[in-house]
C-alpha cells in the first residue's frame, strides 16, 4: 500500500456541488499539506496541518476548507465546486521541518 | 515574500547526455533548505535531491547533482547520462524555516532515444 493514499483519484462534479477529496498516510507524519497544482504555475498551498489542532491557509484558500479528523487523515472540501477550481490536487505529509514532503499520487478534479 | 523561478519551461536530451536544469530563487533569510522533484506522466511526486543551505559541499544522489551557489541564489540540477526513465516535470522547491515549500512552475524535460 502506497504511504499516502488520495481518493479519488479521478473525480467529475459539477458547478454547484460539494466534493471531498481525501488524504490517509500510514507514515506517522504530524504534517499534512494540501497542493493544487495548474499548468504553467506549479504547486500552491491551499491548507497545511502540523497536528490534529492545528489548521492554517495557505496562499490560495478561498472556496475551499479541510477537516483533520486524525493524525493520518486529512480532507479538502469544495463547499460549491467552480470551474477554475479545476485541478490537479495534491497532499502531501512531513515528519519535521527539516525533511521534505512525501507526496499522494494525486486527485484530477474537473468541474463542469 | 520566498520567489521561485524557473526560465526553462521545456529541454530536451539526447539518452546518455547530461542536460542542467536552472533554477533561482529569492530570499532574506540566511538558513534555508532547497528540493529538485520529479514528476513523471504517472503525476507522482518525486523527491530528486535536498541541499541545505548551511552546507557548502554540493548535494548528490546517483546521476542527480546540484550546483548550488548562494551569493548568486541559485540551485541547478545537472542529470548525467540521461535515461528514458528522466522524461519528466521537474520543480524547484524552496523553504525556510519552519515555512512551506514554494514551488516553481516547473521546467518538462524530455529524453530523446
Known amino acids: 500500500d502506497a504511504d499516502v493514499t488520495q481518493t479519488p483519484r479521478n473525480r467529475i462534479t459539477k458547478t454547484g456541488k460539494r466534493i471531498m477529496l481525501e488524504c490517509s498516510q500510514t507514515?506517522?507524519?504530524?504534517?499534512m499539506y494540501w497542493y493544487r497544482q495548474d499548468p504553467g504555475l506549479g504547486l500552491r498551498l491551499i491548507y497545511y496541518?502540523?497536528?490534529?489542532?492545528?489548521?492554517n491557509k495557505g496562499e490560495i484558500s478561498d472556496g475551499y476548507s479541510v477537516s483533520r479528523q486524525a493524525q493520518a487523515k486529512f480532507s479538502l472540501s469544495l463547499e460549491s465546486a467552480i470551474p477554475n477550481q479545476t485541478a490537479l490536487y495534491f497532499c502531501?505529509?512531513?515528519?519535521?521541518?527539516?525533511?521534505?514532503?512525501?507526496f499522494g499520487s494525486g486527485t484530477r478534479l474537473t468541474v463542469v | 515574500a520566498q520567489t521561485v523561478t524557473q526560465s526553462q519551461p521545456e529541454m530536451s536530451v539526447q539518452e546518455a547526455e547530461t542536460v542542467t536544469l536552472s533554477c533561482t530563487y529569492d530570499?532574506?533569510?540566511?538558513?534555508?533548505?532547497l528540493f529538485w522533484y520529479k514528476q513523471p506522466p504517472s503525476r507522482q511526486m518525486i523527491l530528486v535531491i535536498r541541499?541545505?543551505?548551511?552546507?557548502?559541499q554540493n548535494a548528490t544522489e546517483n546521476r542527480f547533482s546540484v550546483n548550488f551557489q548562494k551569493a548568486a541564489k541559485s540551485f541547478s540540477l545537472k542529470i548525467s547520462d540521461s535515461q528514458l526513465g528522466d522524461t519528466a516535470m521537474y520543480f524547484c522547491?524552496?523553504?525556510?524555516?519552519?515555512?512551506?515549500?514554494?514551488f516553481g512552475t516547473g521546467t518538462r524535460l524530455t529524453v530523446i532515444p
Open positions: 522547491a524552496f523553504r525556510t524555516g519552519a515555512n512551506n515549500l514554494f
Open positions: 541541499q541545505e543551505a548551511y552546507k557548502q
Open positions: 496541518s502540523f497536528d490534529v489542532k492545528d489548521i
Open positions: 502531501a505529509t512531513q515528519p519535521t521541518a527539516n525533511y521534505g514532503y512525501t
Open positions: 507514515k506517522g507524519h504530524d504534517r
Open positions: 530570499t532574506s533569510e540566511s538558513n534555508y533548505y
